[in-house]
């Protein structure tokens, strides 16, 4: 049984908790492999919103295994407010159904200092960091430095940590950060003690098992893939890899395993915090997009920059990831745009021409070339089938398919479970 991946195509916020949760049934393995508490999977079902950090999105399936993976950062403080806060609205046996790798690295709460003091030394060079300590957490993993989940088993993880906490508090002292230590570190300790309830396990070798006895398994990214540390806008990217890469190390699976890669992406493109966006829209526009589509953090609640749907960054992702079905996100957020536009090229300062993405989008400021599409002005509420869908959205849908040369296997037309349309989907 080969490993699906399920990721993110854009900048994020994708809307990857949705199908993860709409998919799940499916599947007999739910597996988050990267990020930390940055990512806000929204879900929603039975007219309520929820919205998942750390936990994979397969939780509300009771029958689903969910592995929190190696790659992942954890903060444990967030982690037992999350699981708290889902023990408090669902009967979810997490000693049952949810598994955390103990290579999984910990934020400590002088990780959420250093990304505040490292971030306010930018200036107005911010990266538009979550200040959630991601980045400090993954350059101590990096460094060789960081704490592990299997580290808080052993007799000398205190320590470990003051080791650690020693060395950040040299680094904030260089920097002339002022901060409170034991103001930041209420609750870690306590939450420390929770997560030692928790399964924590050799989860590569879990994960093998499960695909040695043929179970079926979904991998789940967080962020955007031109977030990615290597492929992404750098240097405003995330700390790790969001890409079908990602899967493998960040879970400890060999390549020969993956399947079908499922690329989500959204009717339009939004970013949040600093750095390129070809197709922004800082006009009436963007400020649509924005309010129809709710785009505001689900962690944050930082407004998100909006603009057209920008198909360069899509072949370029779609190709980095091998993506072999493309799920197509909020297309009702253009139900009432009397015309849509797509940028199918960019033109280079030089004047040439080029469907690819240059080296640096932050030094190579292009021109979008637009193409015009003219919009469906009606409601898709109710639609069940892709070809009651109207006309101008299946030729929309066609285009891009067309431009990438990947099937759209499914349109989400609004933020419930229900509101989605399988056209060929493969599993």
Sequence with gaps: MKVNVLLGLQWGDEGKGKIVDYLAPQYQVVARFQGGPNAGHTLEFD???????????????????????????????????????????????????????????????????????????????????????????????????????????????????????????????????????????????????????????????????????????????????????????????????????????????APKHIGEVLGIFKAYCTRVGGGPFPTEQENEIGEKLREVGREFGAVTGRKRRCGWLDLPALKYTAMLNGVTQLLMMKVDVLNDFEEIQVCTHYELPDGEVTDRLPYCLNDVPVKPIYRKFKGWNASLAQIQTFEDLPRELRDYIAFIEAELQIPITLVSTGPDRIETIIKGLKN
């Design 47 to 253: 007219g309520h919103k929820h919205v998942l950090q750390q936990i994979p999105s397969g939780i509300f399936r009771t029958q689903v295994k969910n592995i929190i993976g190696n790659g992942l950062v954890i903060n444990p403080v967030v982690f037992k407010k999350e699981v708290e806060s889902l023990l408090a609205k669902f009967a979810i046996d997490l000693n049952q159904n949810l598994f955390i790798s103990k290579k999984a690295h910990l934020i400590i709460p002088t990780h959420k200092v250093l990304d505040a003091a490292l971030e306010q030394l930018k200036g107005d060079k911010k990266i538009g960091s979550t200040l959630h300590g991601i980045g400090p957490a993954y350059q101590n993993k990096v460094g060789r430095l960081g704490l592990r989940i299997g580290d808080i088993l052993r007799p000398n993880f205190q320590e470990k940590y003051q080791e650690l906490v020693y060395q950040h508090q040299q680094l904030l002292a260089n920097l002339n950060y002022d901060y409170d230590l034991a103001t930041v570190e209420v609750g870690f300790w306590e939450a420390i003690e929770f997560l030692k309830k928790m399964n924590l396990t050799d989860t590569e070798y879990l994960i093998n098992d499960c695909i040695q006895s043929q179970q079926s398994i979904l991998a789940e990214g967080a962020q955007g893939s031109l977030l990615d540390i290597d492929f992404g806008s750098y240097p405003y990217v995330t700390s790790s890899n969001t890409i079908t890469a990602g899967a493998l190390t960040g879970l400890g699976i």
